[in-house]
Nanobody, 115 residues
Framework: QVQLVESGGGLVQAGGSLRLSCTAS????????MGWYQQAPGKQRELVAR???????TYADPVKGRFTISTNNAKNTVYLQMNSLKPEDTAVYYC?????????WGQGTQVTVSS
């Protein structure tokens, strides 16, 4: 199985930045993509950014130009650099690891943006 450990969340002022990290361990050689999802109170969990094993990136429209997803394959880690944060970015952010056969979720990390 794959285990994902997230870090980097916290409280930040509007306009500030955070960088989330998600490190995978276990059977990780079959990775198809990794993504970051957000879940705000009372809302569905929604895709924020995704990166494929080939390096193709996808972003939700509200974060385009502000967030960047990247990987460090040597460390089996995916990052989400979040700049120009807005209060509406406040949510629990979950890392998702996707294989051909299954998917795995990180434990979530809280991001709170104050105004």
């Amino acid at each position: 199985q794959v285990q994902l450990v997230e870090s980097g969340g916290g409280l930040v002022q509007a306009g500030g930045s955070l960088r989330l990290s998600c490190t995978a361990s276990g059977s990780i050689r079959s990775m198809n993509s990794m993504g970051w999802y957000q879940q705000a109170p009372g809302k569905q969990r929604e895709l924020v950014a995704r990166i494929t094993s080939g390096g193709t990136t996808t972003y939700a429209d509200p974060v385009k130009g502000r967030f960047t997803i990247s990987t460090n394959n040597a460390k089996n880690t995916v990052y989400l650099q979040m700049n120009s944060l807005k209060p509406e970015d406040t949510a629990v952010y979950y890392c998702k690891y996707v294989t051909t056969w299954s998917y795995y979720w990180g434990q979530g990390t809280q991001v709170t943006v104050s105004s």
